[in-house]
């Protein structure tokens, strides 16, 4: 088990549901920052709408954009402007969470708020009806930055018996991936399965299928209740795509897709005429994958080499991989294997639909 706080998350809880807010109502404002991270910060809502609450019902908040390398420190205000309410499974009853796009005091979009664009891709191509899910692997380390249940000298066995283990050492941490799991479910995250991977503490978990910007939404706040819950053991969590070099697996963010045309018979055509655009745009999308995916994308550990584009019914050794199900019935959905565990999903589904349908009107 991973090292718990003196309180431990479920006391926590309990603790939480017992108190009286007498008509008022905690958000946690969370956003993404300049390197990829999420920050939050709380403040008290003196009234709650009788319907719940909506993003457009919530105050535009700021935050020193300075600290966070979002702004300049001579105009560091960086404003957050509510864009999707989950309820708080940390606080519950009416305290919610607020995730929130960072835009600039000229009513520009902040240069690392990628939804934005992304955003007006789904409009324009709405009509495609986009699904996407996406996989997010990760890795649990300790507080020495040591892989949770790695030797503090050597390596573990080799690979082999963890992914999708059961036992004492053959999977770690858990107690960990349990707690995150209730936590998306509590607060309405399309979170649809988690699992042990290949890496002795390396976790997966899936959130989908959603629908055009829905999705980079719930990973976003899946990844800040992952720190969250993380935190609450002492725990750290890393999305670098290769966390250990070596012998080991990478982590991804395998990145499922599909449209209303590619979900109906004779949908492969469609497939194949996505996976042909993709391949044609194999270097840009490549840039947007994520920070160190060079260090993952070698060929090998279940990947396609960074330079070359593949693809292949079932072969998880390429860059997309069209799964056997959809080969058989002739319409279904593809997974792009090339993006890493840090990249952003609004870059990842963005790119997406730009290289399938065209840029954004």
Not at 248 to 262: D, P, R
Not at 354 to 361: H, I, N, S, Y
Request: charge should be negative; hydrophobic fraction near 35%; charged fraction near 25%.
């Amino acid at each position: 088990m991973a090292e718990s706080t003196s309180v431990s998350y479920t006391e926590n809880l309990m603790k939480y549901m017992k108190l009286d807010q007498k008509g008022s109502a905690i958000a946690e404002y969370v956003w993404i920052d300049a390197n990829g991270g999420v920050r939050s910060k709380s403040r008290t809502l003196t009234s709650i709408p009788e319907g719940g609450f909506k993003p457009e019902d919530l105050p535009v908040w700021n935050f020193d954009g300075s600290s966070t390398d979002q702004a300049p420190g001579d105009n560091s205000d960086v404003y957050l402007r509510p864009i999707a309410v989950f309820p708080d499974p940390f606080r519950p009853g009416p305290n919610i969470l607020v995730l929130a796009e960072c835009w600039m005091s000229d009513g520009t979009p902040n240069k690392f708020n990628h939804r934005h664009e992304a955003a007006k891709l789904m409009e324009t191509h709405a009509e495609h009806e986009p699904w996407f899910g996406l996989e997010q692997e990760y890795t649990l380390f300790d507080m020495n930055d040591r892989p949770y249940g790695w030797p503090k000298n050597g390596f573990p066995a080799p690979q082999g018996p963890y992914y999708c283990g059961v036992g004492a050492g053959k999977v770690v941490c858990r107690d960990i991936v349990e707690a995150h799991y209730k936590a998306c479910l509590y607060a309405g995250i399309k979170i649809t399965g988690t699992n042990a991977e290949v890496m002795p503490a390396q976790w997966e978990f899936q959130v989908g299928p959603c629908t055009g910007i829905e999705m980079g939404d719930h990973l976003w706040m899946a990844r800040f209740l992952l720190h969250r819950v993380a935190e609450e053991f002492g725990a750290k969590v890393s999305v670098h795509p290769k966390p250990i070099p070596g012998d080991w697996n990478g982590a991804g963010l395998h990145s499922n897709f599909s449209t209303k045309e590619m979900r109906v018979e004779g949908g492969m055509k469609h497939i194949e005429a996505a996976i042909k655009k993709l391949e044609g745009r194999h270097k840009e999308h490549i840039l947007v994958y994520g920070e160190g995916n060079d260090a993952r994308l070698t060929g090998r550990h279940e990947t396609g080499a960074i330079d070359q584009f593949s693809y292949g019914v079932a072969n998880r050794g390429a860059s997309i991989r069209i799964p056997r199900e959809t080969a058989a019935k002739g319409y279904g959905y593809f997974e792009d294997r090339r993006p890493a565990s840090n990249a952003d999903p609004y870059q990842i589904t963005g790119i997406i639909m730009e290289t399938c349908f065209g840029a954004a009107k």
